[in-house]
T-cell receptor
Framework: AQSVTQLDSHVSVSEGTPVLLRCNYS??????LFWYVQHPNKGLQLLLK??????LVKGINGFEAEFKKSETSFHLTKPSAHMSDAAEYFC?????????????FGGGTRLMVKP | KAGVTQTPRYLIKTRGQQVTLSCSPI?????VSWYQQTPGQGLQFLFE???????NKGNFPGRFSGRQFSNSRSEMNVSTLELGDSALYLC?????????????????FGPGTRLLVL
């Protein structure tokens, strides 16, 4: 079984300061890990994806995440927050078994950016 | 390339009715997955269809069903609607070639169908 825990349900930062959204995962198989973002009343947009090629993954809009197997973590960071980053972020795990294409989502972290 | 499209975008139904939602995947994508998003339960996997066959199913009652057509378009149906079925229903498509894979194919999401059950 696989699971994802996003350690903060809400994160508030000031514009121009760093962003850190924390995620821990549990998976029986070699996992693929994703971060998706959801703006209000919109669907989910892929930010970045880890598939064991490199532990530091760069995504869109300046976001990146580091896979740490020993800590079972996949935290999302951005050096400088922008007002447009305000949204809900989901850490997602998918195993590479033949059980199907099922994604398991964390509970989400709502990022607020103050001017 | 056009993204995943879902119709309708908004729907209001009453308890006991049934509803059918539609999803058209990205061209060339053969796998379609459905997810339910609610404030209380978050995002939960409903089922996945690949080559017109249900490959995997989440922990939802039998009132929730789906199908996939030969052109990869998918529909999901909810019968005997309950108030708790009010949610955003998201569809995602991926290339998923079938069988064990070394790399998980990315799922691309549509904008969702917001269902309100009164």
């Amino acid at each position: 079984a696989q699971s994802v825990t996003q350690l903060d349900s809400h994160v508030s930062v000031s514009e121009g300061t760093p962003v850190l959204l924390r995620c821990n995962y549990s998976s029986s198989y070699s996992p693929s890990l994703f971060w998706y973002v959801q703006h209000p009343n919109k669907g989910l947009q892929l930010l970045l994806k880890y598939t064991s090629a490199a532990t530091l993954v760069k995504g869109i809009n300046g976001f990146e995440a580091e896979f740490k197997k020993s800590e079972t973590s996949f935290h999302l960071t951005k050096p400088s927050a922008h007002m447009s980053d305000a949204a809900e972020y989901f850490c997602v795990v998918s195993d590479d078994s033949n059980a199907g294409n099922m994604l398991t989502f964390g509970g989400g972290t709502r990022l607020m950016v103050k001017p | 390339k056009a993204g995943v499209t879902q119709t309708p975008r908004y729907l209001i139904k009453t308890r006991g009715q049934q509803v059918t939602l539609s999803c058209s995947p990205i061209s060339g994508h053969r796998s379609v997955s459905w997810y339910q998003q609610t404030p209380g339960q978050g995002l939960q996997f409903l089922f996945e269809y690949f080559s017109e066959t249900q490959r995997n199913k989440g922990n939802f009652p039998g009132r929730f069903s789906g199908r996939q057509f030969s052109n990869s378009r998918s529909e999901m149906n909810v019968s005997t609607l309950e108030l708790g079925d009010s949610a955003l229903y998201l569809c995602a498509s991926s290339r998923r070639l079938g069988g064990p894979t070394l790399v998980q194919e990315t799922q691309y999401f549509g904008p969702g169908t917001r269902l309100l059950v009164l």
